[in-house]
């Protein structure tokens, strides 16, 4: 049967040069002023999505890694194994390592969250965003407080997660395509960094490190299983992929005994699996760093950093808005409106 798999290849080549082709000619005679929520994905990326034998329109997995300062898009194969789409840079952020606190307090969040199609604002005034549903029910529980986390665009945040405005739309585009074909909630899993056994230990001594148990654990359950964790709370904190049914009530007794359900890949399968990722890189500025800096001093590096910056490379604004009711603002929205 190898001629057929070869014929399915070639079919398959074939219909991602179509996709090519097609969208390079509707390209060619766009408008200027299309509706930038309503964008389709880049062909480049469909191709890939054909070739890679993903369906469009399968539930997309979303992680962000701050020290890092980047994006990742996963997308659902049929095998319910989730594939590395693309990385893209996030442009800035705010705050250092550390969950978010407080109202005001200019930290982007760590920990999971997620997108329903409500959360969309096609008509945020830093070009597009998506709430990401900071606080959750353990935040609430925890006493955090704060508001309006959004991943948006323009390269400007104080607690959001800002992107360059061509990169939101393709991120806007990932998530509002699988959110209208059925998945109703797109995970968003923020971790501090990327949790190699080697980062944790550079950050041994970190003051948030008691806070990452369970972001480190749903990192190194994905790793093992290519299926993003389940997530749920109980006892005022996260259980991570629980074997006992555990629900959302952040302030119920946790069950005596837990367990963890998992399916492991086989070193063989998670092999192939990652050799049939597209991992499709974006280039593009990372104007943030993680070291420790809180108050005003983060105010300063991360927000007007981003405002002083090159705008053909970054944005193609460069003074900020002063409309204080965008919720895109995020975090900086209190601090505004005083």
């Not at 969040?109 to 969309?120: H, K």
């Not at 995020?330 to 601090?335: K, L, M």
Request: glycine share 8%; with cysteine; net charge positive.
């Amino acid at each position: 049967m190898r001629w057929l798999w070869r014929l399915t290849r070639q079919t398959q080549l074939l219909a991602a040069m179509v996709v090519v082709a097609g969208s390079a000619l509707l390209t060619t005679h766009a408008q200027s002023d299309e509706v930038a929520a309503e964008k389709p994905l880049p062909s480049v990326v469909e191709a890939a999505l054909i070739m890679k034998e993903i369906v469009p329109e399968a539930p997309v997995y979303i992680r962000v890694f701050k020290e890092e300062s980047e994006l990742e898009v996963w997308k659902a194969r049929p095998n319910g194994r989730y594939a590395l789409v693309k990385t893209f840079p996030v442009c800035n952020w705010g705050g250092t390592l550390g969950p978010k606190r407080t109202t005001g307090d200019l930290m982007s969040p760590e920990g999971f969250y997620g997108v329903t199609e409500d959360a969309l604002k096609p008509d945020s005034k830093y070009h597009l965003a998506f709430n990401i549903g900071y606080p959750n029910a353990l935040d609430r529980a925890l006493g955090r407080t704060g508001g309006f986390i959004m991943v948006h665009g323009d390269c400007r945040s104080v607690g959001c997660f800002a992107m360059s405005d061509k990169y939101i739309e393709e991120i806007y585009a990932f998530v509002r395509d699988a959110l209208s074909a059925g998945e109703t909630h797109v995970p968003v899993h923020v971790f501090p960094f990327r949790m190699s056994a080697e980062n944790m230990k550079r950050h041994t001594d970190n003051p948030a490190r008691d806070t990452w148990k369970p972001l480190k654990e749903a990192y190194d359950d994905f790793t093992r299983t290519r299926e993003p964790p389940k997530i749920g709370m109980c006892g005022k904190r996260y259980i991570v992929n629980s074997l006992t049914p555990v629900g959302n009530d952040p302030n119920a007794a946790c069950p005596p005994l837990i367990g963890k359900r998992m399916a492991p890949l086989s070193p063989r399968s998670a092999k192939r699996l990652v050799k049939a990722d597209p991992k499709l890189q974006a280039d593009g500025p990372k104007l943030k760093s993680a070291e420790a800096n809180t108050g005003w001093n983060s105010f300063t590096s991360g927000t007007m950093f981003a405002w002083g910056s090159d705008p053909a490379s970054a944005s193609p604004r460069s003074k900020p808005h002063q409309n204080t009711g965008d919720a895109s603002l995020g975090a900086v929205q209190p601090i505004l409106s005083r």
